[in-house]
């Protein structure tokens, strides 16, 4: 599990204002929320922040005490293996199965074929397509390539899972199937982010809600 805290946080890329401004959110272990606002309010931003991807110009985020803004390069790569990230479009390889794309982080960390094998086919399971592991994601339903996405991103059981917009090609039915998915990895302790613009889905699923409005925090 895992505590997240920003403590004063501004981004500023070059040559463009504050993307991020002053932002100050903590985040509990093991809490799922949301985040919401206009396009360009800085979901994002904070979402690649997270991942170190980008680092903070100015404040402190700091995960399980950690300074994730001075981490040094070569631990960048751990960090990275304790989040799990589903994005909108998938981003899957169509030119692998749906069982490859999924073991596809766990290749990277070398393990052993055995473990692998296992820790695939219960993340398929766990998403519902434990019976499609042999197919291509081209021959999948949107939904369903979504969910191959959401069982790569927890197959190494990340601490934390980060959603950006998971839902925004999905019909309200089938982003309600995602977000219950998202609700059953957040009860076995894992700590949920997820950038969303669905206020109605949002509302019904009733977690916290934190709004930015140009960089700023202006709901929590």
């Known amino acids: 599990m895992t505590a ?13 204002q504050e993307a991020l401004r ?19 309010a800085g979901k994002s931003t904070l979402l690649k922040l997270l991942m170190a991807m980008q680092r903070p110009s100015g404040g402190q985020l700091l995960m399980d005490g950690i300074n994730i803004g001075k ?10 293996r304790r989040i799990g990230v589903v994005f909108q479009n998938h981003q899957l ?27 695939v086919r219960a993340s398929l399971d766990k998403v519902g397509l ?21 069982a790569r991103a927890v197959v190494n059981k990340p601490q934390l899972i980060l959603a ?8 309200p039915a089938l982003s309600a199937e995602i977000m219950h998915l998202f609700e059953d990895f ?13 206020l109605e889905l949002i509302a ?13 925090l202006v709901g929590t």
Not at 71 to 80: A, F, G
Not at 204 to 216: A, F, K, S
């Open 4 to 16: 997240i805290k920003f403590d004063r946080v501004s981004k500023r890329y070059t040559g463009s």
């Open 186 to 198: 957040n009860r076995l302790g894992t700590t949920v982010m997820i950038a969303s613009h669905d």
């Open 22 to 40: 002053n932002i100050s959110l903590e985040i509990d272990s093991g809490e799922m929320l949301f985040l919401t606002g206009h396009s360009g």
């Open 93 to 119: 390889l169509f030119d692998r199965s749906v069982f490859e794309n999924v073991a596809l982080p766990l290749r990277i960390e070398g393990y052993e074929q055995a473990e692998l094998a296992r820790r």
């Open 130 to 150: 434990l019976g499609k592991e042999k197919l291509n994601p081209i021959e999948l339903s949107g939904g369903e390539q979504q969910r191959v996405g959401i």
């Open 71 to 80: 981490l040094p390069n070569s631990q960048i790569p751990y960090h990275r």
């Open 204 to 216: 019904r699923m009733g977690h916290r809600v934190v709004t930015l409005d140009h960089g700023t």
């Open 164 to 171: 950006d917009e998971p839902t925004g090609n999905l019909d």
